[in-house]
Structures are given as structure tokens and as C-alpha cells.
């Protein structure tokens, strides 16, 4: 018996009562919109707005029984915008980027981003709504906080009573100081003939640093320069030394800035870029928040593999991002790139903590599958949902109009035409008009992509085997291309509960094939798998069939195009 082998193939996490979750992402500023002027660089008047009340109760239950349990509201927290509002502060347009303005340049951590109120100084009356109709629909609410930076202009009109603003009492002549919430370039004036290739009207003396970690006064146009980096007790001018004794003051006022949204009944929070804050203060301000309300869920974007259990253990975080492993190796095999044999190390490599990462193929950051910087074709990417949802347990996130194949080819304005779907423009999405009206505006492969996420969403939160069960990878006796099988375009898994089990085959190939999968009896003694015949269902499909299950030996199977079977038995 081949031990090394055996650790390969075994996934050594028990059975678990975490609740299964499948998040839909989706930004309000462009979801509701239905405007459809689309002007590149288009203001408010003129290319429109999605709105809090666009995401009516039918269209939150649509999604609940479409397999989600939790929606991802991106870029509710007032942030710079170069729209104008009567007796709010206004921005400087040469630091702001995109006639929307970033989600991720915060102006008020206390506020909501008036463009998608219905009556503006009802903004929070409406977003409390929103939270309301969120939960009776049985979806769970996420909102980003966004730790690191804040926009060039940060000034808080909503904070309580009492709260002292960021950088109110710094003391601006120190590059650093433990108590001051923001970092410093003394005697110097921010500079931004980089940026507008002349100086400029916009004027901040000091300087403070920039939110990507850049310590002078001259940022580039690649740099974060529409924002400014937040002081954690971490000095960048002495070797990264800390100073967090006594607490600083960055993290009170980050702590209660938490709570503030906590109290109005979200269930969680995305925390933007949480690897560039330091983990201790994530143990303090996550320890906290969690004693008070138990049922929140912290949601980290930490992209350096040496750091995810720190984040998890000591910051306390629930789930992280799968970005560096997962994601990008899907891709690549997606992309013909990479073996799909690959998939094998990306667990491996976070098997301990495996439950607590978050799968994903799109989100805002990344391109759209159907674009053409990735596949162009969203269904040659079916294969990669299927392993992404199926694999383990963890939590899974769609991106709104993934499902529709969103290309994300449009040239919105700052955005440009990057495969992206911008978040920096005011502008109508074609495959979100569609979500708005309904399936009757489909046309049939959009349906066809529609049902299958639908279907594989509900097989996942619903089937036990999935949500709650093991996994057997069975490539280390399918490392061949014996019995037809293609290591490089197939891979193959084994989910079990102990009473239920699924033969999972994903075919990244352009052409159906029929392969044999060899089940080896680790398999049979790990998963309490019994010899002989067994009925099969396919759960995608309802197609029914006959399994012959022998230790170490053969198992036919179909496989489609760009797709996969789930033999459940």
C-alpha cells in the first residue's frame, strides 16, 4: 500500500455542520440601472443609476431560490464621486477616479452612497430597508469595509456624536506617530504632475501617504493616488516596527466603525485588501465584534499564501479568498494552459483550512470568463464552476451576470475596455437589463448557462454528500492517459456523507468523450463505499444509469463538452 499516495488522494476534514453558503455579488450602482444611454465617460444625468429599491423582494427571493444564501452588496459606504449633492461635501475631480468614483475610496465610513438613494437625505432610512428586505427573503446581507485607505478628501458629516474624524488630531508635522490615524510626508505638498502631467488644482500639505503603501509625495497613475493609507501603529519609516501599546487610536475608531454597521443588522462583512492591515488588530477588532453579535461572518482578501492562517487563526477571520490558488489555476486550465491534474496540489496545499476558503471565477477585480483577455466562451468554463462549487464545502461566490455570460467588454469611461466590469463609471450592463426583465429576454444559450448555475447552486446548498461531506481525489491512480482518460483535460472526485455518494468527472475537452475512472479501495475503506452495481443519477442531468463499483477497478463514463457528470448513488 502506497501511503504518499494515499495522503494525496484523502481529504482529512470531518463531517461538519457549517451551513453551506453561495454568495451573489453584485454592485447596486450598475445592477438597477436601466437608463441604457451608455456615453462614455457619461455623468449621473446622463448614463443613470441603479438604486437602492431596484432590488425589490421578488427579485432577492429569485435569488434566494436560485441557490444563494447570501448577497454581497458592493460599494454601499459613501465614497469620493465627482457627482455633485446639495450640502454634501464636494470632490475634487483630480482625485477621484472615473465620474462615479471607487467604491474602495471611502469618504464617510459612516455614511451610504447617496447616488443610490431615491430621495437623498433619506439615503440611510432607505439602505435600513434594503437590510430589511434582504432578510425577508431569506438572504443573508454582506457589505465591503474597507480597512487599509480612505478617499484623498475623507471627511465624516454622519459620524455619532462625539466621534472625532480621521486625522482630526494628528499631528501633521510626524511622518509617524502611534496616535495619528493617517502617515505623513512633512514640509512637502502632494505632488500630482505624474498623474495630470501639470500640477494641478487639487492641494493636500503635508502629503499623506498614498493607500498602496507609497511613503512620498509623487504617486503614479498607476498608484492608488485617489487615496491615503491609514495608520495601524505599523512604522514604515523604522523597519516595520509596531506600536500597539497602547492601543492605537486607528483601531478604536475602526473598531466602532464595525459595530456602527453592525447595528443596523447586516450579517457580515468583505474586508478590502485585510492582508495590508496588520493581524493584530484584526484580533482585537474581530475578538469584539464577534462576542457582541456571534452571527457575523468576516470575509478576508489576503492574497499571500504564507499569511492565510495567521489571518484565520489569530485575526479571526472566517473565510479568505482562494484567489492565488484555486482561481488562478481554473483558470489556466481553462485557458489550456495548465493540466487540470494542477487542481490536485491547490488543495493539498490549504487542506487544514480548506473550509474557510472562498471560490470564486469572477468578482469585480478579475476579468469576466466570456471576455476576451479570458475564455470568450462562458460555458468552456462549466467544467471549472463544477470543481470551484463541488470540491469542497467551503463558501462559493457567483459575480452578478456571470450567469448570463457577461463579457465585460464595454469601454465605460476610466474603466476602458479590460474584460472588466467597471466600477468606477456610471453605465447600463446589457446582461443586468436582462436580469431585471426576466428570462423572456434570453436568448437560448443564456438560458442554457442561467439554468445550469441555477441547477448547480441548488444541488450544492441542498445535497448533504456536497455541503457537509468528504472528498476523495481520485487523480493519483488516474495520472495516466490508460482507459481513455486525460489527466490533462479531466479530473476526477468521489463527495461522500456516509450514506450518499457522488462520482464527480469535470471534461475541460472541447469534444465529448468516454473515459474510465479507475476507483481504488482507499476509496471503498475511506468513503464506506460497497462493491457492485449501483443505480446512478446524474444530478445535472436526471439522466439515469448503472455503476459497476469494484475496488481498484474500472468505471465507464460520458462525459459532455466542456462540462461534467454527477453520478450520485
Known amino acids: 500500500m502506497n501511503y504518499r499516495l494515499l495522503l494525496i488522494a484523502l481529504s482529512f476534514f470531518s463531517l461538519t455542520t457549517m451551513a453551506q453558503i453561495n454568495i451573489y455579488q453584485v454592485l447596486p450602482r450598475l445592477y438597477g440601472n436601466t437608463r441604457n444611454n451608455n456615453i462614455k465617460n457619461g455623468t449621473l444625468a446622463e448614463n443613470g443609476c441603479g438604486k437602492f429599491v431596484d432590488f425589490t423582494s421578488s427579485r432577492l427571493k429569485k435569488l434566494q431560490q436560485n441557490g444563494y444564501t447570501h448577497i454581497w452588496y458592493t460599494g454601499l459606504i459613501a465614497h469620493a464621486t465627482q457627482t455633485a449633492y446639495q450640502n454634501l461635501p464636494q470632490d475634487n475631480p483630480e482625485v477621484v477616479k472615473g465620474k462615479a468614483g471607487s467604491p474602495y475610496a471611502i469618504k464617510d465610513y459612516y455614511d451610504v452612497d447617496p447616488d443610490l438613494a431615491t430621495i437623498t437625505q433619506n439615503r440611510m432610512q432607505e439602505f435600513e430597508a434594503l437590510v430589511e428586505r434582504t432578510h425577508k427573503a431569506g438572504l443573508k446581507m454582506l457589505i465591503d469595509f474597507v480597512p487599509n485607505h480612505v478617499s484623498r478628501q475623507y471627511h465624516s458629516i454622519a459620524r455619532p456624536k462625539g466621534t472625532s474624524d480621521l486625522g482630526q488630531n494628528d499631528d501633521i508635522t510626524k511622518a509617524f506617530d502611534s496616535t495619528n490615524n493617517f502617515y505623513y510626508c512633512p514640509n512637502e505638498p502632494l505632488k500630482l504632475n505624474n498623474i495630470l502631467g501639470h500640477e494641478g488644482s487639487y492641494k493636500e500639505s503635508p502629503a499623506k501617504a498614498t493607500g498602496n503603501d507609497r511613503f512620498d509625495a509623487e504617486p503614479n497613475k498607476n498608484d492608488w493616488y485617489e487615496t491615503i493609507k491609514l495608520n495601524y501603529g505599523v512604522n514604515y519609516f523604522d523597519n516595520r516596527s509596531k506600536h500597539f501599546d497602547p492601543i492605537p487610536d486607528t483601531w478604536l475608531k475602526m473598531t466602532d466603525i464595525l459595530r456602527y454597521w453592525a447595528q443596523k443588522g447586516i450579517d457580515g462583512f468583505r474586508c478590502d485588501m485585510a492582508e495590508m492591515v496588520p493581524v493584530e488588530f484584526w484580533n482585537y477588532a474581530l475578538s469584539r465584534l464577534k462576542a457582541d453579535y456571534p452571527h457575523l461572518i468576516f470575509i478576508a482578501e489576503v492574497y499571500n499564501p504564507a499569511e492565510y492562517r495567521n489571518y484565520l487563526h489569530q485575526g479571526k477571520f472566517d473565510y479568505l479568498y482562494d484567489k492565488v490558488g ?54 468552456k468554463a462549466l467544467p471549472a464552476l463544477v470543481v470551484s462549487t463541488c470540491l469542497s464545502n467551503n463558501p462559493f461566490m457567483v459575480y452578478a451576470g456571470q450567469e448570463l455570460g457577461e463579457r465585460g467588454m464595454d469601454d465605460e469611461g476610466f474603466s476602458g475596455c479590460d474584460g472588466r466590469t467597471t466600477i468606477f463609471d456610471y453605465w447600463t450592463v446589457s446582461s443586468y437589463l436582462k436580469l431585471l426583465k426576466g428570462k423572456a429576454s434570453y436568448t437560448p444559450n443564456e438560458k442554457k448557462l442561467s439554468d445550469y448555475y441555477t441547477k448547480l447552486l441548488q444541488i450544492r446548498r441542498d445535497t448533504p454528500a456536497i455541503s457537509q461531506g468528504k472528498m476523495f481525489d481520485l487523480m493519483y491512480v488516474n495520472n495516466t492517459r490508460a482507459n481513455n482518460f486525460n489527466p490533462d483535460k479531466q479530473y476526477a472526485f468521489l463527495r461522500s456523507d456516509g450514506k450518499h455518494h457522488i462520482l464527480i468527472v469535470a471534461n475541460f475537452d472541447a469534444t465529448p468523450t468516454q473515459v474510465g475512472v479507475c476507483i481504488p479501495a482507499h476509496a471503498f475503506d475511506y468513503l464506506s463505499l460497497k462493491a457492485g452495481k449501483r443505480k446512478a443519477k446524474d444530478l445535472l442531468t436526471g439522466e439515469i444509469c448503472t455503476l459497476d463499483l469494484q475496488q481498484d477497478k474500472i468505471v465507464s463514463l460520458s462525459l459532455p463538452a466542456y462540462g461534467a457528470t454527477l453520478l450520485s448513488f
Open 326 to 379: 484555486l482561481y488562478d489555476t481554473l483558470r489556466s486550465v481553462v485557458c489550456g494552459q495548465s493540466s487540470a491534474s494542477a487542481i490536485t496540489s491547490c488543495w493539498q496545499a490549504i487542506d487544514d483550512i480548506r473550509p474557510h476558503m472562498l471560490n470564486f471565477l469572477e468578482n469585480h477585480d478579475e476579468q469576466r470568463i466570456a471576455s476576451n483577455f479570458f475564455a470568450t466562451n462562458p460555458f
